[in-house]
Structure formats: structure tokens, C-alpha cells
């Protein structure tokens, strides 16, 4: 196994280390590892555990990440690793990231070259994401793999909770093309309890993103009585519209119970309820995990027919030209760029 050095860190003494990547800033003994489980002091060396570590690799539908406005149809290459920055209660995934490399025995090695030469012949494949688990926990190997990603002409994704601190955002910035960020709930207090993480550095990532011009959308996760809180969700549409602008979609996402959240799943009329609300304060709202096809599809906001159709995973492009145009009435609805490899 490769034993790769971890980067923000700074050794203290004792042979204790101080991890800078992600907000927590963990100071790790001697032998421990951080809240994420995958770094590791070893003799005051702090290690990246998961460094050419993949738990899943998959070719899927791009809408499955979920990014909507990003090569709408298109297939991306998605891998991911083990560890997250998080404990959310109400993990999906919490079998790959609420875990270590130690105790999760179907971890397999790779090389980026060798991601990247997957990526690379699989035809109409647009790219990498990385996604899954949390990719902070991962930035040494997903650094290398988007920056070799990069040089063949492939597009990347991050899939991310945004828990990041900015110095290492701003150098993965020129190497990822598209964010989704979770954006799961308005209040600290909700991240406080459900998450062990904070508010306010998933707000300046989202904001350091949408600046940076890349392509940005944002899930939020819809919990009965934790945060299907109106005056809250009203909030953060507010600041989702004026802080990033109206035209970042949102993904609202339908809670199950799932890890340790045994309350019950989100009721369709709730969601339904949230998409109409949210839908009069920003321009594309989509939900995911309900059956049935309602806020599915992309209306322009223009003219508001119907640009493309979604069901299930299958995609069409009926109202949108090569350049992003509506065809209707012309207006640049996505950008050029996130049609045309
Ligand atoms: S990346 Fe892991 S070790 Fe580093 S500060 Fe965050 S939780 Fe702690
Ligand atoms: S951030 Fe995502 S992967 Fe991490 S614990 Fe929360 S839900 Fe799970």
C-alpha cells in the first residue's frame, strides 16, 4: 500500500499533528486518526489512509449525481473511496463513509493513470466525478486524478458536503469543473446536531464557487420535523437567490430513514409543498427521490416550456439548442460550455 503523506498539516509536539483541510482542523495524537477516519498520525507524519483507495467505481448517468444543467443525458465516470468529514445522522451511505480503510475489507487499489484510461475509453463518457463517499477526505488522489483528468480533455465533478477549508478549495478550483454541494439545512444549530459540522464554511464554500464561475447546484435534503422548518428553507432560498443567484438549481431530495434517523420518510405533499415554494424564488428546482415525474423536467425561465425531459434517468433534450439557447425564445438557459465537450 502506497503510505502517502497527507498535505495541510502542521506537526505540534509531542508527535501530535494538526490536519488543515477541512474546518474540523483536528489535532490527531500519535497513532489516531481524525473525526473523517482517514488520516493518520504516524510518528508526527500525518497519512492520506485512502490515497489510491477506490470502494466504487460506475459509469452513471450524470443526472444520477445529481447535476441537471452539466451535459444534461450525458455518462460520467464516478468513483469514490471510504471516510467522511460528517456524521450526519441520516447518512445514505453511511457503509462506505462512516468507516476506515482498516475496517472496510472490499477497498481496491488504483492508480489515477489508470481512472483516467477507464475514464478515458468508455465512449460518450464525459468525464470523472467523485462522489459516493465525501472527496475532501480524499484530496490528495482526487487532486492527481483531475489534474491528469484535465490533460486528456475530461470533464470533473466533486460531489461534496462543502466542509472544506479554503486554501485547499482554491486548488482544487482549476481542476473541477462542476460542484454539487449539500446544503442541508439554514440553521447552525441543525448542523450542530445532525451533521457534527458547521454552517458557515459550507456558505463561503458555496460562495468561493459560484465566483469562481465554475458550475455549481446544491441538494438539499428535506427531514420531516428537523429542518421542514418554512421560515428556514425560506431563508436559505433568499440567500441561495441574492449570495449565488437565482439560477443555481437546487435538488430538493426525499428523506428515508437511513443510519441512525429512524423517523419516517418525507411525505410526497411535503415535498411537493417545498418545490412549489422554493420554485417562486429561484428558477430551476428539481426533486429527487419521489416517484413520479414531477420536478423532473427544466422549464426556461423565460418563456416556461418545457427545455428537457427527464424520466427516471432517461434524458431529453426537446427544447434547447446545441448552445444552450431555448429554442422558443432564445434565451441562454444553460451555458455553452456545459454542452459542447
Ligand atoms: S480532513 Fe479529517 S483529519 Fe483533517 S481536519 Fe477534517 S476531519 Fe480532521
Ligand atoms: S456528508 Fe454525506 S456522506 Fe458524509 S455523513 Fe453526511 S450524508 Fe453521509
Not at 486528456?152 to 466533486?158: D, N
Not at 451533521?195 to 427531514?223: F, Q, R
Request: proline residues 4%; contains cysteine.
Amino acid at each position: 500500500m502506497i503510505e502517502k503523506e497527507a498535505t495541510y498539516y502542521k506537526n505540534l509536539d509531542d508527535d501530535k499533528a494538526q490536519c488543515f483541510l477541512c474546518p474540523h482542523n483536528c489535532i490527531i495524537k500519535n497513532g489516531k486518526s481524525g473525526i473523517c477516519r482517514v488520516r493518520t498520525n504516524n510518528e508526527g507524519r500525518l497519512i492520506a489512509d485512502t490515497f489510491g483507495q477506490v470502494s466504487s467505481m460506475a459509469f452513471d448517468p450524470i443526472e444520477k449525481k445529481p447535476l441537471y444543467h452539466f451535459f444534461p443525458g450525458s455518462e460520467i465516470f464516478s468513483v469514490g473511496s471510504v471516510g467522511c468529514n460528517l456524521h450526519c445522522s441520516f447518512c445514505q451511505n453511511c457503509e462506505i463513509s462512516q468507516t476506515s480503510v482498516a475496517d472496510f475489507p472490499y477497498l481496491k487499489q488504483a492508480s489515477f493513470e489508470s481512472i483516467v484510461q477507464q475514464a478515458q475509453k468508455r465512449s460518450g463518457n464525459i468525464g470523472i466525478a467523485f462522489t459516493y463517499n465525501e472527496p475532501t477526505v480524499w484530496f490528495e488522489f482526487m487532486l492527481d486524478i483531475a489534474k491528469q483528468a484535465k490533460l486528456t480533455g475530461l470533464k470533473t465533478a466533486m460531489i461534496s458536503n462543502g466542509f472544506i477549508n479554503l486554501e485547499p478549495l482554491q486548488q482544487l478550483l482549476p481542476y473541477i469543473d462542476a460542484f454539487n454541494i449539500d446544503l442541508k439545512g439554514f440553521t447552525e444549530k441543525f448542523y450542530e446536531n445532525y451533521t457534527s459540522s458547521h454552517l458557515e464554511p459550507v456558505k463561503e464554500t458555496l460562495n468561493l464557487i459560484a465566483k469562481s464561475g465554475k458550475h455549481l447546484e446544491i441538494t438539499n435534503l428535506l427531514i420531516p420535523i428537523l429542518n421542514d422548518n418554512l421560515s428556514d428553507f425560506s431563508d436559505m432560498l433568499d440567500w441561495i437567490r441574492d449570495e449565488l443567484g437565482r439560477d443555481v438549481p437546487l435538488h430538493l431530495s426525499r428523506y428515508f430513514p437511513r443510519h441512525k434517523l429512524t423517523i419516517d420518510a418525507t411525505s410526497p405533499e411535503l415535498m411537493l409543498e417545498y418545490y412549489e415554494y422554493a420554485c417562486g424564488k429561484l428558477n430551476f428546482v428539481y426533486l429527487g427521490n419521489l416517484h413520479g415525474r414531477q420536478g423532473s423536467d427544466t422549464y426556461c425561465p423565460g418563456c416556461k416550456n418545457t427545455i428537457i425531459t427527464r424520466s427516471g434517468y432517461r434524458t431529453e433534450i426537446s427544447g434547447l439548442e446545441n448552445n444552450g439557447q431555448c429554442c422558443f425564445c432564445g434565451k441562454q438557459v444553460l451555458p455553452e460550455k456545459n454542452m459542447k465537450l
